[in-house]
């Protein structure tokens, strides 16, 4: 059973277009997370959801917004799509326990290009 | 003040060798260094764990080395093996109300030559 998973693995679309990622975890963890990892395969931090509430967001571009419709679930739908989102997005859950913050497990990636 | 820094950007090892990847790093609010492993087209796999409170942790062939007063930390593969062969990223976890972040260093390539 894959613990995180992501929808679509790939995703090729037009500048302006607007375009959603889907993420789904079946650890029970109560925190989810989106990275962008770029072209020089840097990771970083876009947003973190616990328990269906927003507690991060990096200073992404408003263009970019998470939902969680459940704790399972985390989606990213990003609007006027540019040539500068493309990346891979990795979607993340983790658990915090006693104030510690447990492993966090990635999903498979979605790559983005946009032309 | 939130960065962690990682050297080398890229390492060849062969077979047999001592893979050796470092992490530097600012803020000492940072409580959890995890190392992940990413391998082309999958997504970034915890390998091993540290917290700031021990200053080595051994699991097989995998070592992290510690050092609070240096805030500094290290990877060490023994006996590296062609398998190994991936990127490899240091992290370190600052936590935010009721939730963590990883800050991520910049990552390194490892290519172990048979």
């Known amino acids: 059973d894959t613990a995180v998973s992501q929808t679509p693995k790939y995703l090729v679309t037009q500048m302006g277009n607007d375009k959603s990622i889907k993420c789904e975890q079946n650890?029970?963890?109560?925190?989810m997370y989106w990275y962008k990892q770029d072209s020089k395969k840097f990771l970083k931090i876009m947003f973190s959801?616990?328990?269906?509430?927003?507690?991060i967001n990096e200073t992404v571009p408003n263009r970019f917004s998470p939902k969680s419709p459940d704790k399972a679930h985390l989606n990213l739908h990003i609007n006027s799509l540019e040539l500068g989102d493309s990346a891979v997005y990795f979607c993340a859950s983790s658990q915090l326990r006693g104030g510690r913050l447990e492993t966090q497990y990635f999903g498979p990636g979605t790559r983005l290009l946009v032309l | 003040q939130q960065q962690v820094k990682q050297s080398p950007q890229s390492l060849i090892v062969q077979k047999g060798g001592i893979s050796i990847i470092n992490c530097a790093y600012e803020?000492?609010?940072?409580?959890?260094f995890p190392w992940y492993q990413q391998f082309p087209g999958k997504g970034p796999a915890l390998l091993i764990a540290i917290r700031p409170d021990v200053s080595e942790k051994k699991e097989g062939r995998f070592t992290i080395s510690f050092n609070k007063s240096a805030k500094q930390f290290s990877l060490h593969i023994m006996d590296s093996q062609p398998g190994d062969s991936a990127t490899y990223f240091c992290a370190a976890s600052i936590h935010t109300g009721n939730t963590g972040k990883l800050i991520f260093g910049q990552g390194t390539t490892l290519q172990v030559k048979p």
């Open positions: 803020n000492t609010a940072f409580d959890y």
């Open positions: 959801y616990n328990n269906k509430e927003l507690i």
């Open positions: 650890l029970g963890h109560d925190t």
